[in-house]
C-alpha cells in the first residue's frame, strides 16, 4: 500500500504556503509520518510511505519522494 498526495489544481507545492501531509495512528493519535510540502520545490505530488507485510505483521517506511502529478 503506497501512499501520496498530491496538488489536484496542479499548484506546485511551493506555491502553497503551511502544506504538509501526515500519517497518524487513529489508535493512539501517534504522528507516524510528517512531511512539510511547501518551499521544497517545483513538483505537485510526494509519495508519503508504504505499508506492507512482514514478520507476520505490517511495517511502515516513510519514503517522502517528491513526483509530479494530480
Given at each position: 500500500i503506497v501512499?501520496?498526495?498530491?496538488?489536484f489544481?496542479?499548484?506546485?507545492?511551493?506555491?502553497?504556503?503551511n502544506?504538509?501531509?501526515?500519517?497518524?495512528?487513529?489508535t493512539?493519535?501517534?504522528?507516524?509520518?510528517?512531511?512539510?510540502?511547501?518551499?521544497?520545490?517545483?513538483?505537485t505530488a510526494?509519495?508519503?510511505?508504504?505499508?506492507?507485510?512482514a514478520?507476520?505483521?505490517?511495517?511502515?517506511?516513510?519514503?517522502?519522494?517528491p513526483?509530479?502529478g494530480?
Open positions: 501512499f501520496t498526495v498530491n496538488s489544481t496542479g499548484q506546485t507545492f511551493q506555491e502553497v504556503q502544506a504538509f501531509c501526515r500519517l497518524v495512528d487513529e493512539n493519535g501517534q504522528e507516524l509520518a510528517r512531511y512539510t510540502l511547501d518551499g521544497g520545490g517545483q513538483y510526494q509519495i508519503m510511505a508504504k505499508v506492507h507485510r514478520d507476520g505483521g505490517w511495517r511502515m517506511t516513510a519514503l517522502g519522494t513526483a509530479n494530480r
